[in-house]
C-alpha cells in the first residue's frame, strides 16, 4: 500500500524540496500542486524519480481553482485514503509594519496564507477521512510566535501565520481523529528565506519529514520545529 501525500507550492522553495525528498521512495505517491504546472520545470523533472507523481494544478488565492485540483485529488485516489496533507505554499510581503501596513497587504496574505489552507484542507476532507493517518502539517513561521520574539517586521505575514496556527488549532479540537499540526521549518535558503537564511532546504526538510512521519495523537494542535522541538504560542 503506498502512502500518499498531498502538498502546496511544489515548484520552488521547500516544497520542491519536499517534494524531491518524498519522490526518492518508490513507496510514496505524492500529489504535488503549484500553481503554473506549465512552468514548473524543476518540479517536471522529478517525474523520473523512483516514488509516483501527479501534479496538480492549484492556486490557493483560487476558491474555485483550489476545489477543481482537490477534486483530481480524490479522482485519483480513487476511494483510497490521503495519509499527509502539507500546506506549505505561502507568501511574505517583508518588511511591512504595524502603523503603516498596506491593507490590500494583508487581505492579500490573509487569503494566501490562511484561508488557502482551510479550503485545501476542507475539500481534500473524504480522502483524509478515509486514511489511517491523517495527518495535516500546515506550515508556520517563528514570525507567528510572541514567545520568539522576532520584533516588529513582517506584519501581515505574522497575522496571518498566527491565523494559521489557531486554525490548526481549531481542526484538532474539531477533529480529535485527525492530527493537524503546525511546523516551523527555521530560516531556510529559498527565495522567501532570502539574504542571511542560515539552513538548506534539504536540512530543513529532512527535519519536516522526519518530524511528520512519526507525529502521534498526542501531537495534534502543537507547533513543533523542523528540528522537532515545541515553539511557544
Ligand atoms: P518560496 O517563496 O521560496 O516559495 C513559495 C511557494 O509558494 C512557491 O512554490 C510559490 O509558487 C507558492 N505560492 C505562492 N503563492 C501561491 C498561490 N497563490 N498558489 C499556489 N502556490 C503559491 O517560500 P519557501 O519555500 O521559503 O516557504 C515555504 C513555506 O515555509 C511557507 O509557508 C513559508 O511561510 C514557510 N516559511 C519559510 C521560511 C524560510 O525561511 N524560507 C521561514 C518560516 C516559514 P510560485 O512558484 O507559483 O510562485
Redesign the pocket.
Known sequence: MPVTWFL?????????EITRQLLESSSNTVFAS???PATAFDLDALKSSPGTLHIIQ????DEISIKAGCSKVLELLNGTGLDYVIN?????HAGDLAFSFDPAALAETIQ??VT?PALVTRFLLPSIEKSSRKVIVN?????ASIGRDLGPISTSYSIS?TGLNMLTYKQSRERPDFIPILM?????K????GEG?KIEPHVSVTGILNVATKLTSADAGKFYTYLGKVNPW
Do not use: Q
Not at 506549505?88 to 511574505?92: D, L, R, S, V
Not at 516551523?184 to 531556510?188: A, E, I, L, N, S
Open positions: 502546496t507550492g511544489a515548484s520552488r522553495g521547500i516544497g520542491l503549484c500553481r503554473s492549484i492556486d490557493v488565492m506549505n505554499a505561502a507568501i511574505n494566501c496564507n488557502g506550515i508556520s513561521s517563528p514570525l501565520k516551523d521549518p527555521g530560516w531556510v529559498t527565495d522567501m528565506g537564511a
